[in-house]
């Protein structure tokens, strides 16, 4: 498994669009207020635009809400990414058994088991000759 398969698999890309999209909303909403704010300082009647204040504050309340309950989106880095390769010999045995653990600080990259373990014999293969 690559280090972008990795990364992939850790949904970096759906946390990143979630909070682009709390963003936006926020964003929405506070340029329509500052709208209706510049229309009042322009000279429109301030009651005339009472409703659609209201309406924009109440949207910009509730992005802002939506946006601080989301989960801090955390992203991991090709630095952050760490390949731990581990062999035991079993000299008795004439086997290893090869251990490869995925994360980072020992956390893993899903946040469950991330290990690989298998194990090898050494022996050598016995050939088989067919001769004719």
């Known amino acids: 498994m690559t280090v972008e398969q990795l990364l992939a698999s850790a949904g ?4 990143s669009t979630t909070g682009d999209r709390g963003k936006a909303k ?5 340029t329509k207020l500052r709208r209706l704010q510049d229309a009042i300082k ?3 009647n301030p009651a005339a635009l009472v409703d659609a204040i209201n309406e924009a504050q109440v ?3 509730s992005a802002e809400a ?8 955390r992203t991991i880095t090709h630095a952050e990414v760490d390949l731990r390769l581990e062999i035991f010999y079993h000299s008795d045995q004439k086997a290893a ?3 490869i653990r995925l994360g980072r600080d020992s956390e893993c990259v899903r946040g469950a088991s991330c290990s690989l373990t298998t194990r090898l014999s050494l022996l050598p293969r016995v050939a088989t000759c067919v001769t004719r």
Do not use: F, H, W
């Not at 970096?12 to 946390?15: D, N």
């Not at 926020?26 to 506070?30: L, P, R, V």
């Not at 939506?66 to 989106?73: F, T, V």
């Open 59 to 61: 949207e910009l309340e």
């Open 42 to 44: 322009a000279g429109v």
């Open 12 to 15: 970096v890309a759906k946390e």
């Open 66 to 73: 939506e946006r601080a309950l989301q989960p801090e989106a």
């Open 97 to 99: 058994e090869v251990a």
């Open 26 to 30: 926020i964003t929405e909403a506070s």
